[in-house]
């Protein structure tokens, strides 16, 4: 189990800019079908949803809404904010 979380973090490393790749985000989206886990779907979906087109390149802001007409919550994906 820790080398399969060791690989999928693996996907989201940050740049020396401190952003996300794309194409690595991207890359992680293509294995959605491997697992069942709701977790994992519910993380994926997440990374979808957040996606979004900035001018100089593309972002990742991770939000949660516990139910619908609730206030989106934002989830940090850095270890040191947990």
Request: charged share 30%; no cysteine.
């Amino acid at each position: 189990m820790l080398k399969t979380y060791e690989i999928l973090m693996s996907f989201l490393i940050r740049n020396k800019s401190g952003d996300l790749e794309y194409s690595r985000v991207m890359d992680l989206l293509s294995h959605e079908d491997k697992y069942t886990d709701e977790r994992w779907v519910e993380g994926l979906h997440l990374v979808k949803e957040s996606y979004s087109n900035v001018m100089k390149g593309y972002g990742y802001q991770l939000m949660h809404r516990p139910k619908e007409g609730d206030k989106w919550d934002n989830i940090n994906l850095s270890f040191s904010s947990i």
